[in-house]
């Protein structure tokens, strides 16, 4: 639904579009120049985008989007704030779940057509979860399957049980009993769990730490098949030979020789600044990095860059390289391109200790189709016995060519939950950025469907609710074991109370992605010129999400550099990047662009996007090209399957403008905590001048994308008077600009119209100042705090609220160099100059 409302020849456009792939995008009828795009106060309201000054629109209590123009107003259907001015920090407040109405429900009154729905998956949330306190005992416990599947140690002997309902016989193979299965026979129980216990041998394990191992499982038709065991820790493969198999590895080192965890975890901080990284793809020569490679020369770097936290991919297991870790083969294994579980130990025990935190990217969404290597394998009667997945089609991605859990099935969730619980415990990750969530959210997987943001698109059959319920689970148990763990969901399709806590009715997950912010910055560098820019449909995009849910936003990220695009910086320069990124000379006209908007592209998708922010390795200096794993395709290169941190050193390349901006960004957010404020005021959105203006935690943002026009006295409104300083500026000789602004001027402010009538003030601000923009730049401004003034003995008497005759200030003391002379008279009041 969309409503357009019409005044003074202003056409003003509102959808109820949230987070998605496709976007209606607000529309004028006869004005370009978006005057006004605000929003402000703690309830919410926000002013025209019109230039008229009596339209506006407000959110009520409840949340529902009333829209006033002059006398008429009508009800708008949407939940989501474009921005919110508060003084309080971000903090979701959640609204339990009671007996007579979900949480969500009362955050969001819109979704009240839809009650039903999600008081059924909430109905079977709970169901699932009794049955597991009833038969396990708790969520948690039902989460240590680890500690009885796979190979565990218990009273001198090694136990391994496996779930494989369809297998006839069982045996236990490797290189302990030379591969022959004959004297390793398992047995079956009534779950389909097949064990078998093996006792040590003169005091030591009958199978060697680091030796290989598999199950051999019998099909219904009498033929064997070898697969790597469900829950192993481990597993290698003969890189020499091509195409070769993996194998399980049986991981149980002696306590002398384990990785012993130094440091405690770092507390969650007010917002993630998350680099996200590939280890094997880290080093700057061509080949796979190992755990402890990046560890020691790139965390430094994170750490230089002021990122907080780190998002690691492709840490389960998976066969091909190329997958870029998104077709899991074993799901409790480490990828052992890069190391052994030790040396992942030792990469996130030193993130600790530098105060950032690890999450790790969670594959849940889907797995490998792989039978010889993966859990595929265990799937020996589709369409009979209980699988891992669900049968026919609905096991299946047609896109990915992957296969879809069966979410539902108890061994399932045990497997899955558990693996959850593996990642934190035993690694000391903190917490997930879930993968494919949109796939999971719905039986069309997200496939051939472009999301409008109407609410009927997220609640109906096409839902998955047992997968909605698994996630449920996930986001509570993840949150039981580590409270500060933070959980990230990839979904485009933009589905309500995906963000919100599970007691009140929600998935629980602590933020989504902003996903559709990408798409928004490809479209602009690829279709259209600089000057056709529109600053309202920038603004719009960065802008338009669930006020509710929080969210990371991002400009770019791993699934931007992939083979057949481009990393921004490419897009932007293309192949002078070949040629004209030497600092050594004047650059060129394309290059200064390419500079110029990769900055504020970066900035101010940090600066609006959302209450976190993430930037892909290598993205934050402007890596070249794109990502390009070995493939038979490109004759099995590493070429541009690895990071040029050289190109980024090299101090005679314009590389190093780009990674100091990135590092004067966070910081400053570390300073001012952007990312958390609710603080956020958008006064400015100019189509002509090509400005955008907008104050968040008291910071005033000044951005200038015309490609050629500066503007010398720039009038920008802000709320608190005082003097303003430059705190931030993208064009610092330093950062790769022309020092077009002077660092050293004071900006005093002005009242603007009437106190306490904001239509009277400018652009809706009571106070404004003066600045210089230059084109294609950002500058931000920080109140500069006024010095405290000792009043001495005054100060007391001024405290109890009066002055009297017995205070004495003598002509020449102190008190009267300082201006601090008292008057009084009888009642008088006593002023203060």
């Not at 456009?13 to 929003?39: H, N, W």
């Not at 793809?281 to 990046?294: C, K, L, T």
Request: with cysteine.
């Amino acid at each position: 639904m969309q409503t357009a409302v019409t005044c003074c020849g202003f056409s003003h456009a509102f959808s109820p579009t949230i987070q998605g792939r496709r976007r209606e995008r607000c529309l004028t009828a006869k004005y370009d120049d978006f005057q006004q795009m605000i929003v402000k106060g703690g309830q919410g309201s926000l002013s025209a985008l019109g230039p008229c000054g009596d339209c506006r629109f407000a959110w009520t209590r409840g949340g529902s989007l009333q829209l006033g123009v002059k006398q008429k107003r009508m009800t708008v259907h949407s939940v989501y704030a474009a921005s919110v001015e508060t003084n309080e920090p971000i903090v979701r407040k959640d609204v339990e779940a009671s007996a007579g109405q979900l949480g969500v429900l009362d955050v969001d009154p819109d979704l009240a057509p839809h009650a039903d729905h999600l008081n059924y998956r909430f109905d079977e949330y709970k169901s699932k979860k009794a049955l597991i306190e009833k038969y396990e005992g708790s969520l948690e416990e039902f989460a240590e399957g680890y500690k009885k599947f796979g190979f565990n140690r218990e009273g001198g002997a090694v136990v391994y049980r496996e779930w494989v309902p369809s297998a006839r016989e069982a045996q236990l193979v490797g290189d302990f009993n030379g591969w022959n299965g004959s004297s390793h026979r398992m047995e079956k129980n009534e779950f389909g769990v097949w064990s078998i216990r093996i006792p040590d041998k003169d005091g030591k394990s009958a199978i060697p730490h680091g030796s290989k191992v598999k199950i051999r499982l019998m099909k219904d038709n009498g033929t064997w098949v070898d697969c790597i065991p469900a829950w192993i820790k481990w597993a290698i493969v003969d890189h020499t030979k091509f195409a070769a198999p993996y194998d399980g590895v049986y991981w149980d080192p002696p306590e002398s020789e384990r990785y012993v965890i130094k440091n405690p975890r770092p507390p969650a901080p007010a917002s993630p600044r998350i680099y996200e990284a590939h280890v094997g793809m880290s080093s700057v020569e061509p080949r796979v990095a190992s755990y402890r490679e990046f560890a020691d020369n790139v965390l430094p770097r994170i750490k230089a860059n002021n990122y907080n936290t780190i998002q690691l991919m492709a840490v389960m297991e998976h066969a091909y390289y190329g997958c870029f870790g998104y077709h899991v083969t074993n799901f409790f294994a480490v990828s052992s391109r890069s190391g052994t579980p030790d040396d992942l130990k030792y990469l996130i025990d030193k993130a600790h200790g530098m105060g950032i935190r690890v999450l790790m990217d969670c594959v849940h969404s889907h797995a490998s189709t792989n039978t010889l290597d993966g859990l595929n394998g265990f799937d020996l009667a589709p369409g009979k016995v209980g699988s891992y997945f669900h049968d026919g089609a609905r096991g299946y991605h047609s896109l990915w060519d992957s296969r879809l859990f069966n979410y539902g099935a108890w061994e399932v969730q045990r497997f899955l939950l558990s693996n959850l619980r593996w990642w934190l415990e035993e690694y000391q990750f903190d917490g997930f950025r879930f993968d494919g969530v949109t796939s999971m959210l719905y039986h069309h997987h997200g496939l051939n469907m472009g999301f409008s943001g109407h609410y009927h698109e997220y609640f109906s059959p096409a839902t998955d609710i047992e997968a909605s319920v698994y996630m449920m689970l996930a986001n509570e148990l993840v949150h039981k074991l580590l409270p500060d763990a933070t959980t990230i969901a990839e979904d485009v399709s933009g589905m309500p109370t995906l963000g919100r806590s599970v007691s009140e009715g929600g998935v629980g997950f602590d933020y989504r992605l902003a996903m559709a912010i990408p798409d928004k910055w490809i479209q602009y560098m690829k279709e259209r010129k600089d000057e056709d820019w529109q600053m309202g449909d920038i603004v719009y995009t960065l802008l338009n999400r669930r006020y509710t849910e929080k969210c990371v936003g991002y400009a770019e990220s791993h699934d931007q550099s992939l083979v057949g695009d481009k990393t921004f910086a490419f897009y932007l320069m293309d192949k002078e990047m070949y040629f004209g990124m030497s600092a050594l000379h004047a650059s060129s006209p394309i290059v200064d662009r390419g500079v110029a908007l990769h900055k504020m592209i970066h900035f101010i998708t940090f600066a609006l996007g959302g209450e976190g922010y993430l930037n892909f390795m290598g993205n934050e200096f402007g890596h070249p090209e794109w990502i390009d794993f070995p493939r038979e395709g490109n004759n099995w290169s590493f070429e541009k399957c690895r990071r040029r941190w050289d190109l980024c050193d090299a101090d005679h390349l314009r590389y190093k403008y780009m990674n100091r901006f990135d590092q004067v960004m966070n910081e400053l957010d570390e300073k001012y905590g952007i990312l958390s404020s609710r603080k956020q005021y958008t006064s400015c959105v100019n189509e002509l001048d090509k400005m955008v203006v907008f104050e968040k935690a008291d910071l005033v943002f000044v951005f200038n994308f015309h490609p050629y026009k500066s503007y010398e006295g720039y009038k920008v409104g802000c709320e608190l008077p005082g003097k303003y300083r430059v705190a931030l500026d993208s064009d610092t000789a330093e950062c790769g600009g022309f020092s077009r602004i002077d660092h050293s001027v004071d900006h005093f402010t002005s009242p603007e119209g009437v106190p306490g009538v904001p239509h009277s003030n400018f652009n809706n601000r009571p106070h404004s100042f003066m600045v210089l923009s230059p084109c294609r730049s950002c500058q931000v401004y920080y109140k500069v705090p006024e010095p405290e003034v000792d009043l001495g003995p005054a100060a007391t008497l001024l405290e109890q609220g009066t002055v009297t005759g017995d205070v004495e200030v003598s002509e020449g003391s102190e008190e009267a160099k300082d201006g601090l002379v008292g008057t009084s008279g009888g009642d008088e009041d006593t002023s203060f100059q």
